[in-house]
């Protein structure tokens, strides 16, 4: 069954955080597809018009489907975009950004480490198809565990097709026992190489996660709108690439050294 799951393609495993973007853009294509193909019929083919309108109405009939299915695709991204409340980002500016980030994204299933109590709150926004987001795992630990730090992971899939399913996954054992999703997480950010799903089978199996359960948490929507959430924080605060950190109340883009953190610190 576990191999059932993790052969999953991006299909499978929910709606892309950029099908917004992607889906208007194929929106827009096909709508111009669409005049051409009815007009080229109509112009080529004017003199056997009654022929030739079965081709067209059915050429018509395609493309609309094909129309009515993407505008559903960016409909599902923009109702879960809609029901974010977005308003803590932008009150109370007086407040570091991270902890308007936190009364945003919903605390359930979100990964942290480090004190409660602590004065600095950092947030990491990651892809795990992201070389430098394994890079700078290991120094952010050392932050959480040496230092007056809390640690928050948030994904950011954008990498590649398998980087939204790699999320999805953590997402699920986290469904189940966060401290299994921690184990996971952070063996999958110690791969050496590339990871492939083979890998996090193997995670999955060493970590003890219930594999029955894992399989039916991964079909579910709450995943989807879990990812969305995280994804849409990202574009608020502007983050282009991964990791991005967000260190109080500065973003900072791409890897930093854990010195160069330290003197962030309050």
């Known amino acids: 069954m576990i191999s059932q799951v ?14 917004g973007a992607i889906a208007l853009s194929i929106i827009l294509l096909i709508a111009i597809l669409f005049f051409l193909i009815r007009w080229s019929l109509k112009k080529y083919f004017i003199d056997k018009k009654d022929s030739m309108l079965p081709v067209i109405n059915h050429t ?10 993407i505008f559903l695709l960016l409909a599902i991204n923009s109702q879960v975009a809609a029901e974010i409340n977005f308003k803590p980002l932008f009150e109370n500016s007086e407040r570091d950004l991270s902890l308007r980030l936190l009364d945003v994204m919903p605390e359930l299933n979100t990964l942290s480490v480090g004190n409660d109590d602590a004065s600095n709150i950092i947030i990491e926004f990651l892809d795990y198809n992201c070389g430098f987001c394994k890079r700078i795992h290991p120094e952010l ?5 040496e230092e007056d730090v809390k640690l928050y992971f948030f994904h950011f899939p954008i990498l590649s097709d398998t980087s939204r399913f790699y999320a999805q996954t953590v997402l699920a054992v986290a469904l189940q026992d966060i401290n299994r999703a921690l184990d996971v997480h952070h063996a999958m950010m110690s791969v050496s190489g590339s990871l492939t799903k083979k890998k996090v089978e193997s995670i999955l199996k060493r970590a003890g996660v219930n594999l029955n359960q894992f399989a039916s948490d991964m079909q579910g929507v709450e995943l989807v709108e879990m990812l969305e959430v995280s994804y849409f924080l990202a574009k608020k605060i502007g983050a282009k690439g991964t990791p991005t950190l967000v260190i109080n109340n500065q973003v900072i883009p791409g890897y930093i050294p854990k010195n160069s953190i330290l003197g962030m610190l309050k």
């Open 6 to 19: 993790l052969a999953m393609d991006l299909q499978t495993s929910g709606t892309g955080s950029s099908g």
């Open 60 to 69: 018509q009939t395609v493309i609309k489907i094909v129309f009515i299915n």
């Open 141 to 145: 630990m050392e932050l959480a565990e």
